[in-house]
Nanobody
Framework: DVQLQASGGGLVQPGGSLRLSCAASGFTVRDSTIGWFRQAPGKEREGVSFLRNRDSSAVNRDSVKGRFTISRDNAKNTVYLQMNSLRPEDTAVYFC????????????????????WGQGTLVTVSS
């Protein structure tokens, strides 16, 4: 069975940090493209940060550059999203997703490019 289990969300004050985890089973994250998406209330799901297979190159949306870092622990088959300097506008449900193939830069942002999705974890940034 293929599963993605996202965790690590919570309530944090502006300027704080959280680390989200995406634990995979049934496939290898090292050989997959992994993406973090988020969906705020009343808004569409949007791509946040992506980690490609092979060269492990990362792509981030402009609003999180310098604040969010995506990484991978092959031994734990887990992908992380370290989120620093959090802002109220980062409040959303965060989802991890996996593609079995290497995606082009444009395809990274497309929800339909991904084969598997986790259940989502809520991040609330508020004072």
């Amino acid at each position: 069975d293929v599963q993605l289990q996202a965790s690590g969300g919570g309530l944090v004050q502006p300027g704080g940090s959280l680390r989200l985890s995406c634990a995979a089973s049934g496939f290898t994250v090292r050989d997959s493209t992994i993406g973090w998406f988020r969906q705020a209330p009343g808004k569409e799901r949007e791509g946040v940060s992506f980690l490609r297979n092979r060269d492990s190159s990362a792509v981030n949306r402009d609003s999180v550059k310098g604040r969010f870092t995506i990484s991978r622990d092959n031994a734990k088959n887990t992908v992380y999203l370290q989120m620093n300097s959090l802002r109220p506008e980062d409040t959303a449900v965060y989802f991890c997703a996996a593609s079995k193939i290497r995606l082009t830069t444009s395809s990274l942002w497309t929800i339909n490019s991904y084969d598997y999705w986790g259940q989502g974890t809520l991040v609330t940034v508020s004072s």
